[in-house]
């Protein structure tokens, strides 16, 4: 299948070297040719897995969009949500009808982009799906070489409109055979892990990111009090998807650390033992902030208040992560007062995930 994988962080490489490795052709895009490095010219990353060292041929690398997106079937984009309406703008001139846009994770990108694409003016029918994780447990060793401690065994999916569940299922069940089709895009944001697992972790380990040069949060930094407010937080997700009548199952967090059922399998173990996660992170600026709080809680509390559902742990939390970023992430631009949806009835959301229009 011919993917354009999009982006340059951890997950772009990841993804670009896995999908190469199991025949798909891939073209892998970044804005700067100069981040490519050597890679540019030998369309070759070194890929560490459990199966050792070995080296892939990326069918196409370069910084020409519209070559990335031509013909592609699947878009695939592994980049932090703030990134997402930006490479919307640049795309919209460049999609075709039937493409399938895929978010690892989305916090709700996928209306948030589709509202972008149509105020650029393009027209063409194409899908988004949004899950609950990145596909893959991975770090950059270098700028030719990505470490995948572990691939995800079950993806936990939602499509935008929900009304092109069928044609966008079949087209990510070829790349990605742990798709989990779930009820929407709304269903898909509220399975983000990156909103619950991290905002905990990075706040109340505050004190050692500040003091150490280096710091495992998924290691020394998960003690048994920040698993109690992580559980919690947990608890008030479950509970909003319940208020709005999601049903099946819900993913808990807790079973990233104590069966292999979650996203991830037996995650935690492999993640910790590998060392990569121990790590420089400047609180302010890291993606966990940045990301997850800036944009995944913060559309949490919104949807939260939106249905009526109180979520004081969240709420808490985000007022935190507002006091130590000097600023109201409340007011965030991924809220659904920011999407201009928080005047909808339940009615009106319905129709909006279902049909793409509210």
């Known amino acids: 299948m011919r993917i354009a994988v999009l982006g340059g962080g951890n997950g772009s490489y990841a993804a670009a070297a896995d999908l190469s490795q199991f025949g798909h052709e891939v073209r892998f895009w970044r804005r700067d040719a100069a981040q490519f490095g050597e890679l540019a010219t030998t369309r070759r990353l070194m890929l560490k897995d459990s199966a050792g060292r070995h080296e892939v041929k990326i069918a196409l690398v370069t910084t020409d969009l519209g070559a990335a997106l031509r013909g592609a079937e699947l ?9 997402q309406e930006d490479i919307a703008r640049a795309a919209a001139p460049h999609l075709a009808d039937g493409q399938v846009i895929f978010l690892p994770p989305g916090t709700f990108g996928s209306v948030a982009m589709m509202r972008t694409l149509r105020d650029a003016g393009c027209k063409a029918d194409v899908a988004f799906a949004e899950t609950g994780t990145l596909p893959w447990l991975t770090r950059k060793h270098g700028p030719a070489e990505v470490a995948i401690t572990m691939r995800a065994t079950r993806l936990p999916t939602g499509v935008f409109p ?3 569940s069928a044609q966008a299922f079949a087209v990510l069940r070829a790349a990605f055979p742990a798709i989990e089709p779930i009820e929407d895009a709304l269903a898909g944001a509220l399975m983000n892990a990156g909103p619950i697992i991290h905002p905990p972790l990075i706040l109340m380990n505050a004190g050692p990111l500040e003091h150490f040069e280096r710091w495992d949060i998924h290691n020394e ?10 559980d919690a937080l947990d608890g008030e997700r479950i509970a909003l998807r319940k208020a709005l009548g999601y049903t099946g199952e819900h993913f808990p967090l807790s079973d990233h650390y104590n069966n292999d059922r979650w996203m991830y399998g037996d995650g935690h173990n492999r993640l910790v033992d590998s060392g990569d996660w121990r790590e420089h992170i400047v609180l302010t600026e890291h993606r966990y902030m940045t990301e997850d709080i800036h944009y995944g809680l913060a559309f949490l509390v919104s949807v939260a208040d939106w249905a009526g559902v109180a979520v004081p742990v969240a709420t808490g939390l985000l007022a935190l992560a ?15 007062e920011a999407l201009g949806l928080a ?4 009615a009106g959301m319905a129709r909006l995930l279902e049909t793409g229009s509210a």
């Open 75 to 83: 878009i695939l984009i592994p980049t932090p949500a703030f990134a």
């Open 162 to 164: 929900a009304s092109k």
């Open 343 to 346: 005047a909808l009835d339940r």
């Open 322 to 336: 507002s006091a130590v970023c000097g600023r109201d992430l409340r007011a965030g631009s991924r809220t659904l």
């Open 221 to 230: 930094g998960t003690q048994p009090a920040i698993r109690r407010v992580t």
